[in-house]
Each structure stands twice: as C-alpha cells, then as structure tokens.
T-cell receptor, first 112, second 114 residues
Framework: EDQVTQSPEALRLQEGESSSLNCSYT??????LFWYRQDPGKGPEFLFT???AGEEKEKERLKATLTKKESFLHITAPKPEDSATYLC?????????????FGKGTSLLVTP | DAMVIQNPRYQVTQFGKPVTLSCSQT?????MYWYQQKSSQAPKLLFH???????NEADTPDNFQSRRPNTSFCFLDIRSPGLGDAAMYLC?????????????FGPGTRLTVL
C-alpha cells in the first residue's frame, strides 16, 4: 500500500526566510507526484506534477524537486500570502484508476 | 471561468437523516472524484467515476453512495449520517487526455452532523 508522509506538520517562517517542506513516499510504481496548496476552508489548488527522479519545476517562489524516495518543496523568500497548507500526493500502479493518495500536509505560516 | 462548483458550501444535518451533496463542473472532464477530508487530515478518496463507470474505494462505507446522471453533475448521498461523518467533502475532476492529468478541486462542502 502507498505511504505518503509529510514533514514538518507545521512550519512558521519569517517573511524572507527560505525553507523546504518534505514529502517521503513509498509506492509501487510511481506514476506522478503532485503538490497542491490548500487555503483554509477551500479546495486544494494544483501546483506541480513530477514524474521521475531528478525532475524539478518552478513557479514564482516555489520549486519542487523529486528523488526516488522523496520530494521537496523549496520556498524562497516567502511572503505572508504563501501561508497555507501544502499537500503532497502520489499516483501509482496500486491506485485505482486515476486516484491520488495524499499526505496530511504541512501547515505553513509566514509572518511579516 | 471554467470551474468545479459545490453546493451547498455548508450543510447541517441530524444524526441519521439522509443528506445529498452536489457537484457540477464546466470543464467537461471525464473523471469526477469525491474525497472526504477531516480536520488536519489528508483528503481520503471515497470513489470516482470515469464517464459512467463507477469505482468504489475498498474501505468506503456502504453508507456513502454516489450518482452521476451526466458529464456535468455528480452527487454524494450519505444515507444515515453519523457523528463521524462530519467533515469537508471535496469534489474534483480530471481529464486523462491532458499531460499532467491533475485534479481540479471544488471549494468543498462542510458537513456538520448534530
């Protein structure tokens, strides 16, 4: 069975203080690792998909990387509006159809 | 704007009283999903449809049912809600024909069971 573990559970940063969020996974045949952002009381918003080790994607202050066992979401010089929960999810050969298996997320708070 | 719409945004029901949650999409995606998300927990997939083909997750309780009358609409029926069913219910859609096949989520319906 797929396992997706995110750390830390919560992270508090000062504005401009760069950091990384971790997503460790154990899957049978990875068919994609997804990062989503979720604001309180809202549905998750898609950020990135990564498919193979060594792959990297960037969007504004966010950069996602992938190895064979984990993915990192690097946040460079964060702003208060980056405060949200960041969810990692995997699609694998053991998922039914196109399903995603999510981690519990990292709750990020960026203070001015 | 093309989007995933969920109604109502907030639903209060009584223990054991059936409730139906609604999802509609203007994206014309083949696949629609229902997730349950409890506080500080990961979204948990309940079931999904590929067109009219229904796929139930093995651990989804029988108390949860779904209907998809057409491409645009999907419903989640909870036949006899218990206190443990209080959660955010998220609808999502995806199109396997696009490169990342990412899921697009609606804003969710927060269900309270009294």
């Amino acid at each position: 069975e797929d396992q997706v573990t995110q750390s830390p559970e919560a992270l508090r940063l000062q504005e401009g203080e760069s950091s990384s969020l971790n997503c460790s996974y154990t899957v049978s045949g990875l068919r994609g690792l997804f990062w989503y952002r979720q604001d309180p009381g809202k549905g998750p918003e898609f950020l990135f998909t990564l498919y193979s080790a060594g792959e990297e994607k960037e969007k504004e202050r966010l950069k996602a990387t992938l190895t064979k066992k984990e993915s990192f979401l690097h946040i460079t010089a964060p702003k208060p509006e980056d405060s949200a929960t960041y969810l990692c999810a995997v699609r694998s050969n053991s998922n039914s159809g196109y399903a995603l298996n999510f981690g519990k997320g990292t709750s990020l708070l960026v203070t001015p | 704007d093309a989007m995933v719409i969920q109604n109502p945004r907030y639903q209060v029901t009584q223990f054991g009283k059936p409730v139906t949650l609604s999802c509609s999409q203007t994206l014309n995606h083949n696949v629609m999903y229902w997730y349950q998300q409890k506080s500080s927990q990961a979204p948990k997939l309940l079931f999904h449809y590929y067109d009219k083909d229904f796929n139930n997750e093995a651990d989804t309780p029988d108390n949860f049912q779904s209907r998809r009358p057409n491409t645009s609409f999907c419903f989640l029926d909870i036949r006899s809600p218990g206190l443990g069913d209080a959660a955010m219910y998220l609808c999502a859609t995806s199109d396997p024909g696009i490169p990342d096949n990412e899921q697009f989520f609606g804003p969710g319906t927060r269900l309270t069971v009294l």
